[in-house]
């Protein structure tokens, strides 16, 4: 599935099930809210945290979330993810590409 596809299969789905996309304030919340859930997760798969009992690693579901409340934020505001995603690469390769490979952290 290609970033439009994704876009559309999103819009599609909220124009079907969902009645009508959450504002752009309550999207922001829920991706917010997305993200902590991912970062529990990997808290206890790599960090020193443990799973309590009942949790599981659903790292995938997790990332999946959080995807699609990216994609309903993109649909709503008018970006094309797909474009947006290639002018970010172009950005970070103009301004980055000697910068890690120099970098003796690394």
């Known amino acids: 599935m290609t ?3 994704a876009q559309e299969t999103v819009d599609n789905w909220i124009k079907s099930y969902g009645v009508r ?3 752009e ?27 309590k009992e009942g949790e599981k690693d659903n790292s995938s579901e997790e990332i999946a979330d959080i995807l699609w409340v ?16 290639k002018q970010s690469i172009e ?4 301004r980055d590409k000697n910068r890690h490979k120099e970098n003796p952290k690394l």
Not at 91 to 94: A, D, E, I, L, R
């Open 3 to 5: 970033i439009k596809e």
């Open 21 to 23: 996309y959450f504002n």
């Open 25 to 51: 304030l309550t999207n922001m919340a829920i991706l917010t809210e997305e993200v902590g859930e991912l970062a529990r997760v990997m808290a206890r798969k790599y960090g020193e945290q443990s799973f």
């Open 70 to 85: 990216l994609i309903c934020i993109a649909n709503q505001t008018g970006v094309d993810l797909t474009e947006a995603f």
């Open 91 to 94: 950005k970070k390769t103009k």
